[in-house]
């Protein structure tokens, strides 16, 4: 199965984007090609730690393209093989619901109007980074279909490890997120951050940006 990367980027601060302005990056990831569509968009109680492709809702929500209107958990694991350390060490526990999905980018926004934003976690599910973008897929070395992204919009601050192994001991240092984007990976050519991604972000967050990775 091999180690897999989840990587965030962040303002420096824990602050929640006004909702137009999520939308507005949310519709600029898509625009400047570095993530295809469709768009999922879920609401509830999320993990900002939870692995990407394993067990999370965003991943749920992205594999299995269930309706409008379905509630979705947490993989549930096996009483001896549960973890209570706080994740991403240990198990995530998130429920959400399915607010919306589509194709067209620019649906997201009314869909975001009628969301729970600010009260409820809430966030938008990509299906893959958009490797037809030279320098995406420079990037990442090749194309991998299943590098999803995610954007969060958090009701209360959570906070995320600046480097960590998911099967090493908790600890470290964090940093607090409302407003961030995490995406996953296998390969990649460097240790930096997407380039394309930073340059939407930086638009949307400021200049002062914070990056940060889990493994395993």
């Known amino acids: ?39 999922t968009l879920v609401a509830g109680k999320l993990c900002v730690n939870a692995s990407l492709n394993w067990g999370s809702v965003s ?4 594999r299995d393209r269930p309706p409008v209107g379905t509630v979705l958990r947490s993989e549930e694991y096996p009483e001896d093989l549960r973890d209570d350390d706080p994740p991403p060490w240990g198990d ?13 980018v620019l649906d997201v926004l009314p869909a975001l109007r009628a969301a729970p934003y600010g009260v409820e976690d809430v966030a938008v599910v990509f299906d893959r ?17 299943r590098t999803m992204l995610v954007c969060f919009a958090l009701a209360h601050p959570q906070h995320r490890p600046l480097s960590a192994h998911d099967c090493g001991e908790p600890g470290g240092p964090t940093h607090p997120v409302r407003t961030c984007v995490v995406h996953t990976f296998k390969h990649a050519s460097g240790d930096g951050a997407v380039p394309p991604l930073v340059s939407v972000l930086a638009r949307c967050f400021g200049p002062d940006l914070v990056s940060g990775k889990t493994w395993g």
Do not use: C
């Not at 824990?14 to 570095?34: D, I, K, N, S, Y």
């Not at 991943?59 to 992205?62: E, M, P, T, V």
């Not at 980074?129 to 279909?145: I, L, P, Q, S, T």
């Open 59 to 62: 991943g749920q929500a992205r």
């Open 129 to 145: 980074m958009d490797f037809g973008n030279r320098a995406v897929k420079d990037y990442f070395r090749f194309e991998d279909r």
């Open 92 to 104: 995530s526990h998130e429920e959400a619901r399915l607010l919306a999905s589509g194709d067209a």
């Open 1 to 39: 199965m091999g180690t897999w990367t989840d990587a965030f980027i962040a303002p420096p601060e824990p602050a929640l984007l006004r909702p137009e302005a999520f939308g507005r990056l949310v519709v600029e990831l898509a625009r400047e090609r570095v993530v295809r569509t469709p768009w």
